[in-house]
């Protein structure tokens, strides 16, 4: 499985392809799912551009992006669009359009009240896991682990030469902290999105792609959408898949 991740916290700074607004993001996801995206990752923006949980840009994301596709759409709920724990989890109990999941990264303050808030209002929770953080260790010891949509190991390493590495680094410290129901999706950034999707496909894991996690190509070039870079992986992913 792949999953398109649209925009993430960039911003107008990293390009026009970037999807920032509602419309934007439903075409930019409409393309991505018919070039091959199973699942959609999105972060709602504020009218300037920025992450926001507020209830009326998650609305307006999830019905944009709904009304062009027909496949789960998840949103974000990174400590950076709202730091103050209390303030994250009301945000996310205001909401009135409910996403199909949302991300919560385990190394954050206030992780399992978002998780907990989620899961009270029926929305899957992604564990989100980095690399070089405390997080795998801190979802080992949650009692929210086996209630986890799935867990997503983000690879925070971005040298090319060195993210397969921190990936298995990351799914040996996962290890019996996983609840063996839980699927994976595995996934880099920068530099190592394309070595860390090409062993997602290798492991048989899902996996993630999109603007969030690299704005080029394989081979360096720009990527002129999440359509182009979801077609690219597809690609990669069923290559590396037929080839281990």
């Known amino acids: 499985m792949v999953q398109v ?5 960039r911003g107008a700074v990293d390009g026009a392809v970037v999807p920032l607004s509602p419309g934007a993001m439903a075409r930019s996801a409409d393309e991505a799912v018919a070039a091959g995206a199973f699942d959609v990752h999105v ?3 504020s009218p300037c551009g920025q992450d ?3 209830p009326k840009a998650v609305a307006a994301t999830l019905e944009a992006i709904r009304a062009q596709v027909r496949v789960p759409v998840g949103v974000s709920t990174g400590a950076w669009a709202e730091p ?3 303030a994250r989890v009301e945000r996310v109990r205001s909401w009135t359009v409910l996403p199909d999941h949302a991300s919560v990264n385990w190394h954050e303050p206030g992780a399992e009240e978002v998780a907990a808030a989620l899961l009270d209002l029926g929305i899957g929770v992604e564990a989100g896991l980095w690399s070089g953080t405390d997080g795998a260790a801190r979802f080992a010891a949650s009692p929210l682990r086996s209630r986890v ?3 997503l190991a983000e690879v925070t390493d971005a040298d090319p030469a060195t993210a397969e590495e921190s990936a298995l680094a990351l799914l040996a410290d996962l290890g019996s902290g996983t609840d063996p129901g839980r699927p994976v999706l595995l996934h ?3 530099g190592g999105a394309w070595p860390v999707l090409r062993l997602a496909g290798r492991l048989g894991l899902a996996t993630r792609v999109g603007l969030e996690d690299t ?5 360096g070039q720009r990527a002129l959408s999440n359509a182009q870079l979801v077609a690219e992986a597809v690609a990669q992913y069923g290559w590396a898949q037929r080839s281990s």
């Open 5 to 9: 991740c649209l925009n993430g916290a």
């Open 43 to 45: 972060h709602p923006k």
């Open 52 to 54: 926001t949980l507020s």
């Open 84 to 86: 103050d724990p209390a």
């Open 149 to 151: 949509l799935r867990v």
């Open 188 to 190: 880099g950034e920068e």
């Open 215 to 219: 704005l080029v190509l394989p081979d």
